[in-house]
């Protein structure tokens, strides 16, 4: 039974599509999160949201857009493909994403990923 | 802000030889640092955490506030530790649950 799932999973296409990624995760958490890996195999946090509530927006292009319809899913959103945006986007989600001082942070468990081409 | 940096990008060992993927990080507070994993064509799972002390796999890290570095390290490398591995931090407070990532240090344990 997998518990963070992402639809697609490969995606290709070309400059200037607008194109959507979908994740669910049936763990009955609070908090997803999207995250991307580029070429390089860097991993970065995008967005993060909270009971459908936006808790992180880091300095991401406002091309790309996050929804989430309730709090198992969370899609995103990219419009005006570009070269740049290839990468693969990974999904997780946590319990919950405050830590309490002195308390374990909450683990995040992700989806498969996503591999994104713009051509 | 904080940073955490793994300053080998591709590391290659021996079945049966000792390893070390070292990971320091900068952060003034009291962060909670975890190494994650990614086997091939696997999602990306944690592998341990500082705050759990435990060896999972064989591995074990040790968070030297000192030295700010929290390396991962397995005495006998097997070659399904062939996997691509990930330290992160998180700061706690304010940074909400961001996990921030070094570079990956890609291991390869050859036969």
């Known amino acids: 039974d997998t518990a963070v799932s992402q639809t697609p999973k490969y995606l290709v296409t070309q400059m200037g599509n607008d194109k959507s990624i979908k994740c669910e995760q049936n763990?009955?958490?609070?908090?997803m999160y999207w995250y991307k890996q580029d070429s390089k195999k860097f991993l970065k946090i995008m967005f993060s949201?909270?009971?459908?509530?936006?808790?992180i927006n880091e300095t991401v292009p406002n091309r790309f857009s996050p929804k989430s319809p309730d709090k198992a899913h969370l899609n995103l959103h990219i419009n005006s493909l570009e070269l740049g945006d290839s990468a693969v986007y990974f999904c997780?989600?946590?319990?919950?994403?405050?830590?309490?001082?002195?308390?374990?942070?909450?683990?995040?468990?992700f989806g498969p990923g996503t591999r994104l081409t713009v051509t | 802000a904080q940073r955490v940096t793994q300053p080998e990008k591709l590391l290659s060992v021996f079945k049966g030889a000792p390893v070390e993927l070292k990971c320091n990080y900068s952060?003034?507070?009291?962060?909670?640092l975890f190494w994650y994993v990614q086997y091939s064509r696997q999602r990306l799972q944690l592998l341990l955490r500082?705050?759990s002390r435990e060896s999972i796999k064989g591995f074990t890290a040790d968070l030297n506030k000192g030295e700010t570095s929290f390396h991962l390290k397995k005495p006998f490398a097997q070659e399904e530790d062939s996997a691509m591995y990930y330290c992160?931090?998180?700061?706690?407070?304010?940074?909400?649950?961001?996990?921030?990532f070094g570079q990956g240090t890609i291991l390869t344990v050859h036969p």
């Open positions: 500082h705050i």
């Open positions: 997780a989600s946590s319990q919950d994403y405050a830590r309490v001082a002195g308390e374990p942070a909450y683990e995040q468990y």
């Open positions: 763990l009955g958490h609070d908090t």
């Open positions: 952060y003034s507070g009291s962060p909670e």
């Open positions: 949201y909270n009971n459908k509530e936006l808790i």
């Open positions: 992160a931090l998180d700061a706690g407070g304010t940074s909400y649950g961001k996990l921030t």
